[in-house]
Protein backbone atom coordinates (compact mmCIF):
# COMPACT_ATOMS: atom_id res chain seq x y z
CA UNK A 1 0.00 0.00 0.00
CA UNK A 2 0.90 3.51 -0.64
CA UNK A 3 0.04 7.32 0.77
CA UNK A 4 1.01 10.13 -1.49
CA UNK A 5 2.66 13.19 0.22
CA UNK A 6 3.34 16.76 -0.51
CA UNK A 7 5.91 17.16 -2.87
CA UNK A 8 6.97 20.47 -1.36
CA UNK A 9 6.63 20.14 2.70
CA UNK A 10 5.86 16.12 3.05
CA UNK A 11 2.40 16.65 4.46
CA UNK A 12 0.26 13.14 4.02
CA UNK A 13 -2.19 14.02 1.38
CA UNK A 14 -4.33 10.60 1.14
CA UNK A 15 -5.44 7.45 3.26
CA UNK A 16 -3.17 4.20 2.74
CA UNK A 17 -4.37 3.14 -0.41
CA UNK A 18 -3.69 -0.02 -3.11
CA UNK A 19 -3.25 0.43 -6.80
CA UNK A 20 -5.51 -0.65 -9.08
CA UNK A 21 -5.79 -0.35 -12.92
CA UNK A 22 -7.47 3.06 -14.51
CA UNK A 23 -11.07 2.61 -15.31
CA UNK A 24 -12.06 2.55 -18.87
CA UNK A 25 -14.58 5.09 -17.92
CA UNK A 26 -12.24 7.65 -15.81
CA UNK A 27 -12.51 10.23 -18.47
CA UNK A 28 -16.34 9.91 -20.00
CA UNK A 29 -18.98 12.52 -20.21
CA UNK A 30 -21.86 10.85 -19.95
CA UNK A 31 -25.58 12.44 -20.95
CA UNK A 32 -25.86 15.60 -19.92
CA UNK A 33 -26.85 17.38 -16.27
CA UNK A 34 -26.89 13.99 -14.70
CA UNK A 35 -25.30 12.82 -11.29
CA UNK A 36 -22.70 10.31 -11.80
CA UNK A 37 -21.05 8.37 -8.52
CA UNK A 38 -17.25 8.31 -7.30
CA UNK A 39 -14.82 6.68 -9.97
CA UNK A 40 -12.51 5.05 -7.57
CA UNK A 41 -13.52 2.04 -4.86
CA UNK A 42 -12.01 4.08 -1.48
CA UNK A 43 -8.80 2.82 -1.16
CA UNK A 44 -7.35 2.16 -4.32
CA UNK A 45 -5.64 4.42 -6.70
CA UNK A 46 -4.75 4.08 -10.20
CA UNK A 47 -2.53 5.73 -12.61
CA UNK A 48 -3.10 7.62 -16.11
CA UNK A 49 -0.21 7.01 -18.48
CA UNK A 50 -0.99 9.95 -20.76
CA UNK A 51 -0.97 13.50 -19.68
CA UNK A 52 -4.02 14.82 -18.35
CA UNK A 53 -4.93 18.51 -18.58
CA UNK A 54 -3.42 22.03 -19.26
CA UNK A 55 -1.79 23.11 -21.52
CA UNK A 56 -3.24 21.89 -24.54
CA UNK A 57 -2.02 22.07 -27.65
CA UNK A 58 -5.03 21.95 -30.69
CA UNK A 59 -3.77 19.27 -33.51
CA UNK A 60 -3.27 21.95 -36.13
CA UNK A 61 -0.33 23.03 -33.86
CA UNK A 62 0.86 19.09 -33.31
CA UNK A 63 3.16 17.45 -35.90
CA UNK A 64 1.94 13.76 -36.94
CA UNK A 65 5.28 12.10 -36.18
CA UNK A 66 5.48 13.75 -32.86
CA UNK A 67 1.97 12.44 -32.41
CA UNK A 68 2.39 9.18 -33.77
CA UNK A 69 5.66 8.86 -31.45
CA UNK A 70 2.87 9.91 -28.70
CA UNK A 71 0.55 6.45 -29.87
CA UNK A 72 -2.10 9.04 -31.29
CA UNK A 73 -2.41 7.98 -34.94
CA UNK A 74 -5.19 10.34 -35.89
CA UNK A 75 -6.66 13.74 -35.38
CA UNK A 76 -7.62 14.80 -31.88
CA UNK A 77 -8.84 18.04 -30.77
CA UNK A 78 -6.10 18.45 -28.80
CA UNK A 79 -3.27 17.15 -27.13
CA UNK A 80 -2.12 17.50 -23.00
CA UNK A 81 1.43 19.05 -22.97
CA UNK A 82 1.38 18.19 -18.63
CA UNK A 83 3.59 15.54 -17.24
CA UNK A 84 1.78 12.19 -17.84
CA UNK A 85 1.14 9.90 -14.60
CA UNK A 86 -1.88 11.99 -13.04
CA UNK A 87 -3.02 9.73 -9.86
CA UNK A 88 -6.62 9.40 -9.24
CA UNK A 89 -8.09 8.58 -6.25
CA UNK A 90 -11.67 8.68 -4.48
CA UNK A 91 -12.74 12.15 -3.05
CA UNK A 92 -12.82 10.62 0.69
CA UNK A 93 -9.43 9.63 0.68
CA UNK A 94 -7.75 12.55 0.12
CA UNK A 95 -6.46 14.33 3.33
CA UNK A 96 -5.36 17.83 4.55
CA UNK A 97 -5.60 19.83 1.20
CA UNK A 98 -8.46 22.93 0.31
CA UNK A 99 -10.02 24.16 -2.60
CA UNK A 100 -8.54 26.94 -4.38
CA UNK A 101 -10.88 29.97 -4.67
CA UNK A 102 -9.51 31.54 -8.18
CA UNK A 103 -9.42 27.82 -10.27
CA UNK A 104 -12.79 26.92 -9.08
CA UNK A 105 -14.07 26.33 -12.96
CA UNK A 106 -16.75 24.67 -13.92
CA UNK A 107 -20.00 25.22 -11.60
CA UNK A 108 -22.76 24.12 -14.40
CA UNK A 109 -23.37 21.82 -11.65
CA UNK A 110 -20.04 21.48 -9.91
CA UNK A 111 -15.81 21.68 -10.63
CA UNK A 112 -14.40 20.07 -13.38
CA UNK A 113 -10.81 21.01 -13.44
CA UNK A 114 -10.69 22.77 -16.39
CA UNK A 115 -8.58 25.28 -14.75
CA UNK A 116 -5.78 23.14 -13.70
CA UNK A 117 -5.23 22.02 -10.26
CA UNK A 118 -8.06 23.49 -7.87
CA UNK A 119 -6.80 21.63 -4.74
CA UNK A 120 -3.64 23.06 -2.41
CA UNK A 121 -1.55 21.05 0.48
CA UNK A 122 -3.53 22.49 3.75
CA UNK A 123 0.34 22.80 4.72
CA UNK A 124 1.98 24.84 2.61
CA UNK A 125 -0.58 25.86 -0.30
CA UNK A 126 1.17 24.03 -3.03
CA UNK A 127 -1.50 23.20 -5.85
CA UNK A 128 -1.77 19.28 -5.68
CA UNK A 129 -4.84 17.92 -6.99
CA UNK A 130 -7.77 18.58 -9.09
CA UNK A 131 -11.43 18.13 -7.66
CA UNK A 132 -13.89 16.75 -10.36
CA UNK A 133 -17.64 16.69 -9.00
CA UNK A 134 -19.68 18.38 -12.18
CA UNK A 135 -22.42 17.04 -13.51
CA UNK A 136 -22.14 14.23 -16.07
CA UNK A 137 -18.19 13.42 -14.69
CA UNK A 138 -16.99 10.81 -12.72
CA UNK A 139 -16.36 12.71 -9.28
CA UNK A 140 -12.87 12.29 -8.59
CA UNK A 141 -9.50 13.42 -7.48
CA UNK A 142 -6.61 14.04 -9.72
CA UNK A 143 -3.42 14.15 -7.69
CA UNK A 144 -0.90 16.50 -9.73
CA UNK A 145 2.46 13.90 -10.60
CA UNK A 146 4.78 16.49 -10.20
CA UNK A 147 3.91 17.59 -7.01
CA UNK A 148 3.02 14.30 -4.86
CA UNK A 149 5.60 11.58 -3.52
CA UNK A 150 4.42 7.92 -3.20
CA UNK A 151 5.34 6.88 0.08
CA UNK A 152 5.11 2.95 0.40
CA UNK A 153 3.31 2.07 3.63
CA UNK A 154 2.70 -1.30 5.52
CA UNK A 155 2.97 -4.55 2.51
CA UNK A 156 3.44 -2.19 -0.46
CA UNK A 157 4.54 -5.69 -3.18
CA UNK A 158 1.09 -7.28 -2.32
CA UNK A 159 0.74 -9.57 -5.32
CA UNK A 160 -2.74 -9.31 -7.45
CA UNK A 161 -5.54 -12.09 -7.26
CA UNK A 162 -5.69 -14.75 -9.69
CA UNK A 163 -7.50 -15.44 -12.29
CA UNK A 164 -8.96 -17.94 -10.37
CA UNK A 165 -9.41 -16.11 -7.33
CA UNK A 166 -10.85 -13.42 -9.42
CA UNK A 167 -13.69 -15.24 -10.70
CA UNK A 168 -14.62 -16.39 -7.55
CA UNK A 169 -14.46 -13.42 -5.42
CA UNK A 170 -14.77 -11.10 -8.47
CA UNK A 171 -18.22 -9.18 -9.00
CA UNK A 172 -20.28 -8.28 -12.11
CA UNK A 173 -21.24 -5.52 -13.50
CA UNK A 174 -25.30 -4.50 -14.32
CA UNK A 175 -25.70 -3.84 -17.94
CA UNK A 176 -28.03 -1.46 -16.82
CA UNK A 177 -29.00 0.79 -13.28
CA UNK A 178 -30.65 4.03 -12.56
CA UNK A 179 -29.34 7.25 -13.44
CA UNK A 180 -30.26 10.32 -11.63
CA UNK A 181 -29.87 13.75 -12.41
CA UNK A 182 -28.15 16.63 -10.66
CA UNK A 183 -29.45 17.21 -7.08
CA UNK A 184 -32.30 15.02 -7.35
CA UNK A 185 -32.69 12.18 -4.59
CA UNK A 186 -33.27 8.31 -6.10
CA UNK A 187 -36.27 7.73 -7.74
CA UNK A 188 -37.54 11.46 -7.97
CA UNK A 189 -35.97 12.24 -10.87
CA UNK A 190 -34.49 9.05 -12.53
CA UNK A 191 -34.89 6.30 -14.91
CA UNK A 192 -33.15 3.04 -15.83
CA UNK A 193 -30.33 3.77 -18.08
CA UNK A 194 -27.12 1.44 -19.93
CA UNK A 195 -24.71 1.65 -17.62
CA UNK A 196 -22.63 4.09 -18.04
CA UNK A 197 -18.87 1.74 -17.07
CA UNK A 198 -21.25 -0.51 -20.14
CA UNK A 199 -21.38 1.97 -22.92
CA UNK A 200 -17.32 3.09 -22.52
CA UNK A 201 -16.13 -0.66 -22.38
CA UNK A 202 -18.84 -0.65 -25.34
CA UNK A 203 -16.86 2.46 -26.71
CA UNK A 204 -13.33 0.49 -26.40
CA UNK A 205 -14.12 -2.50 -27.25
CA UNK A 206 -15.95 -1.61 -30.26
CA UNK A 207 -12.52 -0.07 -31.46
CA UNK A 208 -10.75 -3.00 -31.20
CA UNK A 209 -13.41 -5.16 -33.03
CA UNK A 210 -13.38 -2.76 -35.81
CA UNK A 211 -9.51 -2.88 -35.94
CA UNK A 212 -9.36 -6.67 -35.67
CA UNK A 213 -12.39 -6.95 -38.81
CA UNK A 214 -9.84 -5.86 -41.34
CA UNK A 215 -12.99 -4.72 -43.08
CA UNK A 216 -14.88 -7.71 -43.06
CA UNK A 217 -17.78 -8.32 -41.36
CA UNK A 218 -17.69 -9.56 -37.72
CA UNK A 219 -20.26 -11.99 -35.36
CA UNK A 220 -20.21 -11.35 -31.81
CA UNK A 221 -21.87 -14.33 -29.75
CA UNK A 222 -25.49 -14.92 -29.22
CA UNK A 223 -27.17 -12.81 -26.02
CA UNK A 224 -26.53 -9.57 -24.20
CA UNK A 225 -23.14 -9.26 -26.55
CA UNK A 226 -25.03 -9.09 -29.43
CA UNK A 227 -27.57 -6.64 -28.27
CA UNK A 228 -24.16 -4.76 -27.21
CA UNK A 229 -22.44 -4.64 -30.21
CA UNK A 230 -23.93 -6.56 -33.17
CA UNK A 231 -26.18 -3.16 -34.41
CA UNK A 232 -22.80 -0.76 -34.51
CA UNK A 233 -20.70 -3.70 -36.17
CA UNK A 234 -23.35 -4.39 -38.93
CA UNK A 235 -23.15 -0.52 -40.02
CA UNK A 236 -20.11 0.33 -40.35
CA UNK A 237 -18.71 -2.74 -41.45
CA UNK A 238 -19.23 -4.01 -44.96
CA UNK A 239 -20.58 -7.19 -45.48
CA UNK A 240 -18.07 -8.68 -46.97
CA UNK A 241 -17.38 -12.77 -46.05
CA UNK A 242 -16.10 -14.87 -44.74
CA UNK A 243 -17.34 -12.74 -41.50
CA UNK A 244 -14.53 -13.13 -38.68
CA UNK A 245 -15.94 -14.45 -35.23
CA UNK A 246 -15.29 -13.39 -32.33
CA UNK A 247 -15.98 -15.43 -28.97
CA UNK A 248 -15.84 -14.56 -24.86
CA UNK A 249 -12.68 -16.55 -24.02
CA UNK A 250 -10.88 -16.34 -20.45
CA UNK A 251 -10.29 -18.14 -17.07
CA UNK A 252 -12.50 -21.22 -17.21
CA UNK A 253 -13.73 -20.84 -20.73
CA UNK A 254 -12.45 -23.20 -23.38
CA UNK A 255 -11.91 -21.53 -27.48
CA UNK A 256 -10.31 -24.97 -28.59
CA UNK A 257 -12.03 -26.24 -31.58
CA UNK A 258 -13.28 -23.06 -32.57
CA UNK A 259 -12.39 -21.07 -35.56
CA UNK A 260 -12.56 -17.80 -33.66
CA UNK A 261 -10.32 -14.88 -34.67
CA UNK A 262 -11.16 -12.46 -32.51
CA UNK A 263 -11.16 -13.23 -28.29
CA UNK A 264 -13.18 -10.93 -26.19
CA UNK A 265 -10.94 -11.17 -23.07
CA UNK A 266 -11.29 -9.88 -19.54
CA UNK A 267 -8.94 -7.37 -18.35
CA UNK A 268 -7.19 -7.63 -14.47
CA UNK A 269 -8.70 -5.16 -12.78
CA UNK A 270 -5.75 -4.99 -10.30
CA UNK A 271 -3.26 -4.59 -13.02
CA UNK A 272 -4.84 -3.83 -15.95
CA UNK A 273 -2.64 -7.13 -18.00
CA UNK A 274 -4.76 -8.92 -20.29
CA UNK A 275 -5.96 -12.80 -20.06
CA UNK A 276 -4.02 -14.98 -22.41
CA UNK A 277 -3.73 -18.49 -22.93
CA UNK A 278 -0.60 -20.83 -23.82
CA UNK A 279 -0.42 -21.09 -26.99
CA UNK A 280 -2.96 -19.18 -29.01
CA UNK A 281 -2.36 -18.71 -32.73
CA UNK A 282 -0.62 -15.24 -33.50
CA UNK A 283 -3.61 -14.16 -35.95
CA UNK A 284 -6.28 -13.77 -32.62
CA UNK A 285 -6.58 -10.66 -31.80
CA UNK A 286 -8.06 -10.27 -28.11
CA UNK A 287 -10.36 -7.43 -27.34
CA UNK A 288 -10.17 -5.82 -23.93
CA UNK A 289 -13.25 -5.78 -21.69
CA UNK A 290 -13.56 -4.83 -17.84
CA UNK A 291 -13.42 -8.08 -15.75
CA UNK A 292 -16.65 -6.87 -13.85
CA UNK A 293 -18.79 -6.76 -17.92
CA UNK A 294 -17.13 -9.39 -19.14
CA UNK A 295 -18.11 -11.90 -15.75
CA UNK A 296 -21.83 -10.52 -16.40
CA UNK A 297 -21.54 -11.55 -20.20
CA UNK A 298 -20.34 -14.99 -19.24
CA UNK A 299 -22.16 -15.74 -16.61
CA UNK A 300 -25.08 -12.81 -16.32
CA UNK A 301 -27.39 -12.52 -13.21
CA UNK A 302 -31.04 -13.57 -14.01
CA UNK A 303 -33.82 -11.24 -13.81
CA UNK A 304 -35.85 -13.44 -10.95
CA UNK A 305 -39.69 -12.66 -10.63
CA UNK A 306 -40.81 -11.31 -7.01
CA UNK A 307 -42.18 -14.36 -5.10
CA UNK A 308 -46.16 -14.29 -4.87
CA UNK A 309 -47.98 -14.19 -1.40
CA UNK A 310 -51.65 -14.12 -0.64
CA UNK A 311 -54.24 -16.49 -2.03
CA UNK A 312 -52.15 -17.60 -4.98
CA UNK A 313 -49.75 -20.90 -4.29
CA UNK A 314 -46.75 -20.54 -2.77
CA UNK A 315 -44.81 -22.01 -5.75
CA UNK A 316 -46.15 -19.34 -7.89
CA UNK A 317 -44.17 -16.14 -8.88
CA UNK A 318 -45.43 -12.91 -10.54
CA UNK A 319 -44.04 -11.03 -13.58
CA UNK A 320 -45.04 -7.49 -11.83
CA UNK A 321 -43.12 -5.81 -11.31
CA UNK A 322 -41.25 -6.26 -14.42
CA UNK A 323 -37.61 -5.95 -14.84
CA UNK A 324 -36.34 -2.67 -15.31
CA UNK A 325 -35.22 -1.80 -18.74
CA UNK A 326 -33.69 0.53 -20.82
CA UNK A 327 -35.67 3.59 -23.05
CA UNK A 328 -33.31 3.03 -26.29
CA UNK A 329 -30.83 -0.03 -27.67
CA UNK A 330 -27.75 0.35 -27.07
CA UNK A 331 -25.64 2.61 -27.68
CA UNK A 332 -21.00 2.62 -27.07
CA UNK A 333 -19.45 5.74 -25.88
CA UNK A 334 -18.61 8.14 -28.24
CA UNK A 335 -16.03 9.77 -26.56
CA UNK A 336 -14.31 6.55 -25.51
CA UNK A 337 -14.08 4.72 -29.10
CA UNK A 338 -13.06 7.87 -30.65
CA UNK A 339 -9.82 8.00 -27.56
CA UNK A 340 -9.44 4.21 -28.57
CA UNK A 341 -9.55 4.54 -31.78
CA UNK A 342 -7.43 7.20 -32.75
CA UNK A 343 -4.61 5.32 -30.35
CA UNK A 344 -4.49 2.13 -32.64
CA UNK A 345 -2.15 2.29 -35.73
CA UNK A 346 -4.64 0.35 -37.73
CA UNK A 347 -6.76 3.65 -38.05
CA UNK A 348 -4.29 4.39 -40.43
CA UNK A 349 -6.15 2.52 -42.65
CA UNK A 350 -8.29 5.11 -44.91
CA UNK A 351 -11.77 3.18 -43.91
CA UNK A 352 -11.61 3.17 -40.56
CA UNK A 353 -10.05 6.84 -40.65
CA UNK A 354 -13.54 7.56 -42.50
CA UNK A 355 -15.45 5.98 -39.64
CA UNK A 356 -13.75 8.29 -37.07
CA UNK A 357 -14.01 11.47 -39.17
CA UNK A 358 -18.20 10.39 -39.59
CA UNK A 359 -18.58 9.99 -36.00
CA UNK A 360 -21.22 12.21 -35.60
CA UNK A 361 -23.24 10.92 -38.49
CA UNK A 362 -22.93 7.83 -36.47
CA UNK A 363 -23.64 9.05 -33.53
CA UNK A 364 -27.27 11.00 -35.20
CA UNK A 365 -27.80 7.37 -36.56
CA UNK A 366 -27.75 6.87 -32.74
CA UNK A 367 -24.84 3.68 -33.21
CA UNK A 368 -23.40 6.29 -30.17
Same mark, same amino acid.
Given at each position: ?6 ? /? ?15 ? @? ?35 ? #? ?12 ? !? @? ?9 ? !? ?38 ? !? ?18 ? !? ?16 ? *?????? /? ?36 ? *????? /????? #? ?17 ? #? ?24 ? #??? @???TGELWTQPGPPASVYRVPLPFGVWLWLVSPEPDLPVPTSGGLPGEALRDDPLPPVPRHPFRADAGTFRHTLARLPAVRSPWLR ?7 ? @? ?6
Amino acid at each position: MYVFACA /GCGARLTTPLSQVALPV @HAHQKFGNGLQLPVLMESGTFAVDPEPLGPPWRPWGQ #VNPEEAAARGVYAP !V @HALSDAEPGAI !VIAPGDARGTVLIPERSGGYCCGLDGADGPNMACLACSLP !VASRIDDCSLWQAVWLAPNA !VRRIPVGDAALAPLSWAE *LVVEGK /GTPPFEPIVTWGSRAGSRSWWSWSPQWEAAAGRALAHL *LAASE /GRAVT #VPDGVAREVFQRALDALLP #VRPPARRAVLAGPGLSTSGTDAEILL #VPA @HPQTGELWTQPGPPASVYRVPLPFGVWLWLVSPEPDLPVPTSGGLPGEALRDDPLPPVPRHPFRADAGTFRHTLARLPAVRSPWLRHILENLTQ @HMRAGLF
